[in-house]
């Protein structure tokens, strides 16, 4: 709606003599006698969106009054509702979302309403990313291979997602092959401002996966939110959430000769995850920020969930034209953005002292060292000098500090496959250039190729076991590197381009050889993956690799040609030559100079134009995909898709009925750290778990098991794999002899005392009419944006999660899915309260009238027959969220909202 608040309608100059209209913040600083050009960028940005959907409902003048108020170090009590340009979604989550809006029209038909009414009321883009899997590698036909194995396996999703297309008049689809969401979105579907009843306003946006913040780097507001909040954001409800904290990051001086954007956000990502900015916004200023080319910048925006921070944002400056016009965008398109970035005085990086930040850190870019991050987290950087003595340490470390429990005798063995070939723990096995984070950076691209051209030169290797891939996540890296002369260097050492989507850093890796997968189970052995993601937790990567680093791609070739992370690349050979010589990293590591001769060839505007002028002409693969017809899906039998049950039983007035929960049993007790991989895994489904049971008795062959990810439209398979991940660990379960603890989804079923997997333990208590819930430690949730890590929860019968502290996007799914977040008070801890997983539970407190962030009691009652009683803080954060958690779940809520309207 058209309003004139504080009269900041005003015009602003285009190029051409033209002119436009926008909503001024400088107009809105003086009429509140507000300096807003001291408030953080992002702010800014975000009060905008605030004052230009001021429509005295849903956004009111106090909203705005309440932002544009921001202090630095305020109390955050105030809920922002903030109405997003845009939606997108990649496959693995946007096919769950669909499901939900499919079933919601399904609702709506049943209710007697039109279902038109459940339609996106903000364009929504799917880009089809996560589908291809590394089946073929090292074959000149690996990357047709492998999609024609992708659409055989996806067939049943992708006539889905056709359905979708013309079901819903805003839902558009970027088919198979063209990249990965995040570097698509960044090379082409964020256009810097949109324009609608003639007004401009910047672009804004969520997104259904957590690296959607990589948008940040060319100042756009955005960021990663589960599918249960981008359906609500598609359908009309505000994103809210707490007014932030803002952290300024002041970067000075510049990176030195042989350092890479990839050691860089290593560096932040270790130093931001130790400042614990979880839900805080961080921005970046100063006069190394504005040394940064715009990929570099994007690298560092896109690791955001792994430092925590809701956003990390770079305000827009001449690099980010520079981009606009690198990437082929139109002139006028270009204009527009500049034009209206400075009639909003929000162009150019912020000098020091400019801007009130809540805190302000500082990072000297000089200091910055080559490094790698792992085996298990991304927040754990170490030194490429420090490499080998770092895994030989964690070898024989125990399990809880970070280790592999296993003894010296086994980090010395050598073991021999059934193909003969000599394996040692260390090995690396899987060495790929994947992921968006650094696939979008020519410069570590271009780095990776010259590295890979002077180790062909050199008479260097890499052992033909290994499984080496490259998957960028666009189509246009394929080009430079051909264009440059670099594409056949790669191919000789193994990284031909195998596939363009996110591969092995989202576990897409494939499979290993049935004898290396022997060697490795039968010997307890620890080999090694080493990629250019962003992600490295245990079993992501692949169920048998335990040692995952994250590294720059040149370092993920190097490691390749050295075959193992217990060489010491700074003193010892990467491998033997021509002649048997030795060749060191230094011999074959790229200049600057070498890299930035070759850039022309990177920012072609022309190749932009034409790659993504074809996206939507259908590939012969896509074209074959044959969608059915109509505003309702009829959902014919498959276990890919199934109508989710979220809303089974659906009335108008809310059902829940808000009362303590008493008598509860804990399904899992678990440490810190607990992923959304381990409560919802993405990969490979085993075939004696309970997923893979359930797909076996439906006639699946365990060949076309797909994985977890692939298969998010089923709820059937979902549910039993909640809590499935091969490497999370259940404390409730008895340890080893050895001290070590067992892995698996297993809990023990109370009081039968009886060893259960978590699906037929939780169905069991179902049954029993027993509530459960789940504890938990630091950062409960860390990962991906998964909602059905949530979903997964909420579908086996858990009222409750109690845990030490959220990551961001999980509370929020679990309140979206009536889910009770729970947090530890003080010092209080499972371990610090003795809770085994043997006792009785009740929570305290809950009535009808709960506030946000109350204190509920819970109740422990021993076997003993003591009783404890801990004060607890309802992690419900907003008044949104309460409506949400009393309507059931967000989707019951949005849904009464959109028939109430019919």
């Known amino acids: 709606m058209a309003h004139n608040l504080h009269k900041t309608l005003k015009e602003f100059k285009l190029g051409g003599n033209k002119k436009g209209k926008f909503y001024s913040l400088p107009q809105l600083g003086k009429a509140l006698g507000v300096n807003v050009e001291r408030l953080p960028v992002s702010i800014r940005l975000v009060l905008e969106s605030v004052l230009r959907n001021c429509d005295g409902k849903k956004v009111t003048e106090e909203h705005v009054k309440q932002l544009a108020n921001w202090k630095p170090n305020a109390e955050r009590?105030?809920?922002?509702?903030?109405?997003?340009?845009?939606?997108?979604?990649?496959?693995?989550?946007?096919?769950?979302?669909?499901?939900?809006?499919?079933?919601?029209?399904?609702?709506?038909?049943?209710?007697?309403?039109?279902?038109?009414?459940?339609?996106?009321?903000?364009p929504v883009d799917l880009v089809v990313d996560h589908?291809?899997?590394?089946?073929?590698?090292?074959?000149?036909?690996?990357?047709?291979?492998?999609?024609?194995?992708?659409?055989?396996?996806?067939?049943?999703?992708?006539?889905?997602?056709k359905w979708g297309m013309q079901a819903f008049d805003t839902f558009g689809v970027v088919q198979p092959g063209y990249g990965i969401v995040h570097q698509v979105n960044l090379e082409y579907l964020a256009r810097g401002v949109h324009k609608k009843d003639d007004v401009f306003y910047p672009d804004t946006l969520v997104g259904t996966d957590s690296h959607t913040t990589m948008i940040n780097g060319i100042g756009v507001v955005g960021w990663g939110v589960g599918g249960i909040e981008a359906e609500a954001g598609m359908l009309g409800q505000p994103v809210y959430f707490l007014t932030p904290d803002v952290v300024g990051v002041e970067l000075t001086g510049r990176l030195r000769e042989g350092v890479t954007a990839t050691d860089l956000v290593l560096t932040i990502t270790e130093m931001l995850?130790?400042?614990?900015?979880?839900?805080?916004?961080?921005?970046?200023?100063?006069?190394?920020t504005s040394s940064l080319a715009l990929p570099d910048r994007a690298t560092i925006a896109n690791m955001a969930p792994e430092y925590g921070a809701t956003m990390g944002f770079f305000p827009v400056d001449e690099?980010?034209?520079?981009?606009?016009?690198?990437?082929?965008?139109?002139?006028a398109e270009i204009d527009a953005f500049e034009s209206y970035f400075k009639a909003q005085n929000l162009f150019g990086v912020p000098k020091t002292d400019s801007i009130d930040y809540t805190k302000t850190l500082k990072l000297d870019l000089g200091t910055v060292a080559p490094s790698l991050a792992g085996p298990k987290r991304p927040q754990d950087r170490i030194e490429i000098g420090n490499v080998k003595s770092t895994f030989k340490d964690l070898f024989t470390k125990p399990v809880s500090e970070n280790g592999f429990n296993l003894t010296q005798e086994q980090l010395d063995a050598t073991y021999k496959t059934a193909s003969g070939i000599d394996v040692n723990n260390g090995d690396v096995l899987i060495a790929a250039i994947t992921s968006c984070t650094n696939t979008s950076n020519p410069s570590v691209l271009l780095a990776a190729g010259l590295l890979a051209k002077k180790a062909v030169e050199a008479g260097l290797k890499v052992a033909p076991h290994i499984?080496?891939?490259?998957?960028?996540?666009?189509?246009?890296?394929?080009?430079?590197?051909?264009?440059?002369?670099?594409?056949?260097?790669?191919?000789?050492?193994?990284?031909?381009?195998?596939?363009?989507?996110?591969?092995?850093?989202?576990g897409n890796a494939g499979d290993l050889t049935a004898e290396l997968n022997e060697t490795i189970t039968k010997n307890d052995m620890v080999a090694a993956a080493v990629l250019s993601g962003n992600r490295n937790f245990e079993a992501r990567i692949h169920p048998n690799i335990r040692a995952n680093f994250l590294a720059s791609p040149p370092?993920?070739?190097?490691?390749?040609?050295a075959g193992n992370v217990t060489r010491d690349l700074m003193t010892e050979p990467v491998g033997k030559g021509k002649g048997g010589r030795d060749i060191y990293l230094g011999d074959i590591w790229p200049t600057s100079e070498e890299i930035h001769k070759l850039m022309k060839f990177a920012m072609n505007a022309k190749v932009f134009k034409a790659n993504y002028d074809s996206v939507k002409e259908p590939s012969p693969l896509w074209a074959k995909v044959k969608g059915s017809k109509g505003q309702v899906y009829d959902w014919p039998t498959s276990t890919y898709i199934a109508e989710p049950p979220f809303f089974d039983g659906f009335s108008m007035e809310p059902n829940a009925d808000i009362k303590p929960i008493q008598g509860a049993r804990a399904l899992g007790v678990f440490g810190d750290s607990v992923t959304t991989d381990h409560i919802s895994p993405a990969g490979s489904i085993k075939e004696t778990s309970p997923a893979g049971k359930w797909l076996l008795e439906n006639g699946v062959l365990k060949a076309d098991f797909n994985s977890y990810g692939s298969r998010r439209g089923n709820h059937e398979v979902m549910m039993r794999g909640t809590f499935a991940n091969v490497r999370i660990k259940n404390l409730m379960i008895p340890a080893k002899a050895d001290g070590s603890r067992v892995e698996g989804g297993l809990t023990i079923h109370q009081p039968s005392g009886e060893q259960l997997s978590i699906y037929d333990a939780a169905m069991k208590y179902v049954g029993e009419n027993t509530p459960t819930v789940v504890f938990g430690g630091e950062e409960y949730g860390t990962g991906s944006s998964r909602d059905w890590a949530a979903k997964g929860t909420q579908l086996l019968g858990v009222?409750?999660?109690?845990?030490?502290?959220?990551?961001?996007?999980?509370?929020?799914?679990?309140?979206?899915?009536?889910?009770?977040?729970?947090q530890f008070k003080g010092s209080d801890s499972v371990e610090s309260l003795g809770i085994t997983g043997e006792e009785t539970y009740d929570i305290e407190g809950l009535t009808a009238d709960i506030?946000?962030?109350?204190?509920?009691?819970?109740?422990?009652?021993?076997?003993?027959?003591?009783?404890?009683?801990?004060?607890?803080?309802?992690?419900?954060?907003?008044?949104?969220?309460?409506?949400?958690?009393?309507?059931?779940?967000?989707?019951?809520?949005?849904?009464?909202?959109?028939?109430?309207?019919?």
Not at 102 to 117: C, F, S
Not at 274 to 284: L, Q
Not at 555 to 561: D, M, S
């Open 77 to 122: 009590t105030d809920e922002i509702p903030f109405v997003v340009a845009r939606v997108v979604l990649q496959d693995f989550t946007g096919v769950p979302l669909l499901a939900d809006l499919a079933a919601m029209r399904n609702v709506a038909e049943r209710q007697g309403a039109n279902p038109k009414r459940i339609e996106p009321l903000v």
């Open 131 to 161: 589908s291809v899997t590394i089946d073929h590698f090292r074959e000149k036909k690996a990357l047709d291979l492998n999609m024609k194995l992708e659409f055989q396996r996806n067939n049943e999703r992708y006539q889905f997602m």
């Open 273 to 288: 995850r130790r400042e614990k900015v979880v839900g805080k916004f961080v921005e970046f200023f100063g006069e190394g």
């Open 319 to 331: 690099k980010t034209i520079d981009y606009f016009q690198g990437t082929g965008r139109t002139k």
């Open 467 to 506: 499984k080496t891939s490259l998957a960028p996540g666009s189509r246009v890296v394929t080009e430079y590197l051909h264009a440059a002369g670099l594409l056949g260097y790669l191919e000789k050492l193994g990284f031909g381009v195998t596939a363009y989507g996110c591969t092995t850093c989202i």
């Open 555 to 561: 370092l993920v070739v190097a490691y390749a040609i």
């Open 799 to 822: 009222k409750a999660v109690i845990t030490r502290s959220f990551e961001r996007i999980h509370r929020s799914n679990l309140v979206g899915m009536g889910v009770l977040p729970l």
């Open 851 to 902: 506030k946000p962030q109350q204190d509920v009691t819970l109740v422990i009652h021993r076997k003993n027959g003591e009783t404890q009683k801990v004060q607890v803080l309802l992690r419900i954060d907003t008044p949104i969220e309460v409506d949400y958690y009393k309507h059931g779940g967000i989707l019951p809520f949005v849904l009464r909202q959109l028939l109430a309207a019919a």
